[in-house]
């Protein structure tokens, strides 16, 4: 069975999103943020879905697994304050993060959650 792990990032010292790895490469690459190993794409990226997720309950919205990967430069469309897109959820992927792609520009992993 695939492990399973769990991230988090914040924006301002208030706002924590904990996101969920399931893939091998992914969930090494945010151990290698964490660890100061990887300097460059550490800016998390995905698709959102509108639904919360149990280990994200503080926010009606969370990224999908299989779509979150690390950059470091992407376009503006989908940058966006967390606390903004779940104001303003029923906009979002249309006009507003079109293809439901979130990329905050300023995301910065902040621990591995424990289940």
């Not at 706002?15 to 091998?24: N, R, V, Y």
């Not at 959820?89 to 910065?108: I, K, Q, V």
Request: with cysteine; hydrophobic share 35%.
């Amino acid at each position: 069975m695939a492990e399973t792990a769990y991230f988090s990032f914040m924006q301002r010292e208030d706002q924590e999103f904990i996101f969920a790895l399931t893939d091998p490469e992914r969930i090494q690459h945010a151990r290698d943020i964490l660890s100061g190993k990887e300097k460059s794409r550490i800016h998390v990226m995905g698709r959102i879905m509108k639904r919360p997720a149990p280990y994200n309950s503080k926010w009606s919205f969370h990224l999908d697994p299989n779509t979150i990967t690390f950059f470091e430069v992407a376009i503006e469309v989908c940058d966006a304050n967390m606390g903004y897109v779940e104001d303003h959820l029923d906009e979002a992927c249309g006009a507003f993060l079109p293809g439901c792609h979130w990329c905050p520009w300023d995301s910065r992993l902040k621990r591995e959650v424990k289940p």
